[in-house]
C-alpha cells in the first residue's frame, strides 16, 4: 500500500490544478450544515442563511480565505499494505519455488479478496477561491445577496482483485489484479439570494420566515484508471502511465444546478430545512475498456484488463454521476447570545462523485466570546448514517475573531504498520471578518 500511496501523491498534485462540495469545508467540518451566522461558511448549505451573516446596518462582509483543507479516507484494511507490497514484489520476482506454490497462491488470493472487499484509499482537497464566500445587503432588493467560488478535489484508489494463479510453462505468476482510480475536480460558483418573507407569531412562537435559493454553476472533471498490479514494476514509470491515462479518459463538463432553502429565526433558537440539487445535474466520467485495439504498450494492456472487468460485471465502463437532490434540517439554540447548540441532519442517502454513500447527521456546541482576544471555540460530532458510518469528533478554534482552524479525528480505526490509526482525518484553515 505504500506504493499505492506514492502512486496518488504523484497523481493527487498532477490534477490538482487541472469538486456540491467534497467534505465539509473550513468551520462546517464541525458545525455540520447548521446555519451560525458567526461563521460566514453557513452561508455554503441553507441559501436562507445569507440573511443571517450580515449585521443589522452592515452591507458587505468577505472572507479573507475562506477555506482550505485536507481529508483523508482509509478502509478497513488491518496490515494489509505490507500484502499489497509482497504482491508487487512477487509478480516481478524471476524465481518460483514449486514446493511453496499453493501456500503462496492461497495466502495471496485471501489477500486479494479482502482487499476487493474493503481496502481503498480517499483524499480531498477544498480551496475556497480568496475572498469568498462574500455577503452583500441590498436595500433596493429587500434582501442578501451571497457568492461563494470554490475548488474541490476527491482521489480514490481501490483494488479490483482477480485470481492469482502460477503459469507452470512460463514459471510466472499472473494476475489481473488492479489499482482502480477514481477522481473529481469540481469548480463551483454559486450565488444565492435571501429575504425575510414573513414575521410573525404561532401562538407563544414569534419569529421570522426566511427564504434563500441559490444557482451554481458547475464544473467538473471526472476519470477513472484501472491500473494492473503487474504493471508497478515493468521497467515504466507508473505516475507517467497514470498522467497519460488521466489525460486520455477524463471527462469534463459544466452544467447548473438550483438549492433553494428555509429559515425560521427567533430570539432563542432557529430552525432550517434545504433542499440541495433541487434539478439534479449529472456529470459523465471518461469510460474505460473500450477502443483497446487503438492504443499501444502499457496503455492497450491496461485497457485491455479494464474490459475484462467490464465483462465480468466489475466494473461499469461508462458511469455518470448525479448529483442527487437530497433534503437537510438542521437548527440551533441560543445557551446565551454568544453559545450556541446545532445540529444538522440529511433525510437520505446520496452518492459523491466517486460513488460513495453518505448521509450526515452533525451535532455541535460553539462559543464565541464578545471579546477578541478570548479564542472562539466549537466540538462536534458527526456520523455518517450510510455506507462506510464512519464516526468522527470534531473540533475547532478562531483566534483573534478571524482566524479558523478546524480538525476532524476518525473515532473508526485501522491498523499500519503495526499502529493503530484513526481511518479518517482532515484538517482546515481558513480565515475571515468578525461578525
Same mark, same amino acid.
Given at each position: 500500500?505504500?506504493?499505492?500511496?506514492?502512486?496518488?501523491?504523484?497523481?493527487?498534485?498532477?490534477?490538482?490544478?487541472?469538486?456540491?462540495?467534497?467534505?465539509? +469545508?473550513?468551520?462546517?467540518?464541525?458545525?455540520?450544515?447548521?446555519?451560525?451566522?458567526?461563521?460566514?461558511?453557513s452561508v455554503t448549505h441553507n441559501p436562507a442563511a445569507c440573511h443571517q451573516v450580515l449585521?443589522?446596518?452592515?452591507?458587505?462582509? !468577505?472572507?479573507?480565505?475562506?477555506?482550505?483543507?485536507?481529508?483523508?479516507?482509509?478502509?478497513?484494511?488491518?496490515?494489509?499494505?505490507?500484502?499489497?507490497?509482497?504482491?508487487?514484489?512477487?509478480?516481478?520476482?524471476?524465481?518460483?519455488?514449486?514446493?511453496?506454490?499453493?501456500?503462496?497462491?492461497?495466502?495471496?488470493?485471501?489477500? !486479494?479478496?479482502?482487499?476487493?472487499?474493503?481496502?481503498?484509499?480517499?483524499?480531498?482537497?477544498?480551496?475556497?477561491? +480568496?475572498?469568498?464566500?462574500?455577503?452583500?445587503?441590498?436595500?433596493?432588493?429587500?434582501?442578501?445577496?451571497?457568492?461563494?467560488?470554490?475548488?474541490?478535489?476527491?482521489?480514490?484508489?481501490?483494488?479490483?482483485?482477480?485470481?492469482?494463479?502460477?503459469?507452470?510453462?512460463?514459471?510466472?505468476?499472473?494476475?489481473?489484479?488492479?489499482?482502480?482510480?477514481?477522481?473529481?475536480?469540481?469548480?463551483?460558483?454559486?450565488?444565492?439570494?435571501?429575504?425575510?418573507?414573513?414575521?410573525?407569531?404561532?401562538?407563544? $412562537?414569534?419569529?421570522?420566515?426566511?427564504?434563500?435559493?441559490?444557482?451554481?454553476?458547475?464544473?467538473?472533471?471526472?476519470?477513472?484508471?484501472?491500473?494492473?498490479?503487474?504493471?508497478?514494476?515493468?521497467?515504466?514509470?507508473?505516475?507517467?502511465?497514470?498522467? /497519460?491515462?488521466? /489525460?486520455?479518459?477524463?471527462?469534463?463538463?459544466?452544467?447548473?444546478?438550483?438549492?433553494?432553502?428555509?429559515?425560521?429565526?427567533?430570539?432563542?433558537?432557529?430552525?432550517?430545512?434545504?433542499?440541495?440539487?433541487?434539478?439534479?445535474?449529472?456529470?459523465?466520467?471518461?469510460?474505460?475498456?473500450?477502443?483497446?485495439?487503438?492504443?499501444?504498450?502499457?496503455?492497450?494492456?491496461?485497457?485491455?484488463?479494464?474490459?475484462? $472487468?467490464?465483462?465480468?460485471?466489475?466494473?461499469?465502463?461508462?458511469?455518470?454521476?448525479?448529483?442527487?437532490?437530497?433534503?437537510?434540517?438542521?437548527?440551533?439554540?441560543?445557551?446565551? +447570545?454568544?453559545?450556541?447548540?446545532?445540529?444538522?441532519? /440529511?433525510?437520505? /442517502?446520496?452518492?459523491?462523485?466517486?460513488?460513495?454513500?453518505?448521509?450526515?447527521?452533525?451535532?455541535?456546541?460553539?462559543?464565541?466570546?464578545?471579546?477578541?482576544?478570548?479564542?472562539?471555540?466549537?466540538?462536534?460530532?458527526?456520523?455518517?448514517?450510510?455506507?462506510?458510518?464512519?464516526?468522527?469528533?470534531?473540533?475547532?478554534?478562531?483566534?483573534?475573531?478571524?482566524?479558523?482552524?478546524?480538525?476532524?479525528?476518525?473515532?473508526?480505526?485501522?491498523?499500519?504498520?503495526?499502529?493503530?490509526?484513526?481511518?479518517?482525518?482532515? !484538517?482546515?484553515?481558513? $480565515?475571515?471578518?468578525?461578525?
Amino acid at each position: 500500500m505504500r506504493k499505492i500511496l506514492s502512486i496518488l501523491a504523484v497523481f493527487f498534485p498532477c490534477i490538482a490544478f487541472s469538486g456540491q462540495y467534497i467534505y465539509a +469545508p473550513g468551520t462546517t467540518s464541525t458545525t455540520g450544515n447548521t446555519t451560525l451566522s458567526h461563521h460566514l461558511l453557513s452561508v455554503t448549505h441553507n441559501p436562507a442563511a445569507c440573511h443571517q451573516v450580515l449585521r443589522k446596518g452592515k452591507k458587505i462582509r !468577505l472572507a479573507y480565505w475562506g477555506s482550505m483543507g485536507l481529508y483523508t479516507e482509509i478502509g478497513q484494511v488491518d496490515n494489509f499494505e505490507d500484502e499489497i507490497d509482497a504482491l508487487i514484489d512477487l509478480l516481478d520476482t524471476d524465481t518460483v519455488s514449486l514446493d511453496t506454490a499453493d501456500q503462496v497462491s492461497s495466502r495471496f488470493n485471501d489477500v !486479494l479478496v479482502e482487499l476487493g472487499r474493503s481496502g481503498y484509499i480517499k483524499l480531498a482537497t477544498d480551496l475556497s477561491i +480568496p475572498g469568498f464566500p462574500m455577503a452583500f445587503r441590498f436595500d433596493s432588493l429587500g434582501g442578501n445577496v451571497c457568492a461563494e467560488l470554490n475548488s474541490n478535489i476527491q482521489v480514490k484508489g481501490s483494488v479490483l482483485d482477480d485470481v492469482l494463479e502460477l503459469d507452470l510453462a512460463q514459471l510466472d505468476w499472473n494476475t489481473q489484479s488492479s489499482l482502480y482510480l477514481k477522481s473529481a475536480l469540481q469548480m463551483r460558483l454559486g450565488v444565492s439570494y435571501s429575504r425575510p418573507v414573513w414575521s410573525g407569531s404561532f401562538g407563544r $412562537f414569534q419569529g421570522q420566515l426566511i427564504a434563500g435559493t441559490r444557482l451554481n454553476i458547475y464544473s467538473l472533471q471526472l476519470s477513472k484508471q484501472v491500473i494492473p498490479f503487474e504493471s508497478f514494476d515493468n521497467g515504466e514509470d507508473v505516475s507517467d502511465v497514470i498522467q /497519460d491515462e488521466y /489525460d486520455q479518459n477524463q471527462e469534463q463538463s459544466a452544467t447548473a444546478g438550483v438549492d433553494v432553502g428555509l429559515l425560521w429565526h427567533a430570539d432563542r433558537y432557529q430552525l432550517g430545512f434545504t433542499v440541495s440539487n433541487l434539478i439534479e445535474p449529472t456529470f459523465e466520467y471518461g469510460t474505460v475498456g473500450s477502443n483497446c485495439a487503438t492504443l499501444t504498450g502499457t496503455q492497450r494492456d491496461n485497457c485491455f484488463t479494464a474490459q475484462n $472487468f467490464v465483462n465480468m460485471g466489475r466494473l461499469n465502463g461508462s458511469e455518470e454521476h448525479a448529483m442527487n437532490a437530497v433534503g437537510t434540517i438542521d437548527g440551533a439554540f441560543a445557551v446565551r +447570545p454568544n453559545w450556541l447548540l446545532g445540529f444538522s441532519y /440529511d433525510l437520505a /442517502d446520496y452518492n459523491d462523485a466517486v460513488g460513495d454513500e453518505l448521509q450526515w447527521f452533525t451535532v455541535a456546541t460553539t462559543f464565541m466570546p464578545k471579546t477578541r482576544w478570548i479564542p472562539g471555540v466549537r466540538v462536534g460530532y458527526r456520523k455518517n448514517l450510510s455506507g462506510e458510518e464512519l464516526s468522527d469528533i470534531t473540533f475547532g478554534t478562531t483566534l483573534l475573531g478571524l482566524i479558523n482552524f478546524d480538525i476532524l479525528y476518525g473515532l473508526d480505526d485501522v491498523e499500519i504498520d503495526g499502529d493503530s490509526l484513526p481511518r479518517n482525518w482532515a !484538517l482546515n484553515f481558513g $480565515f475571515e471578518q468578525k461578525f
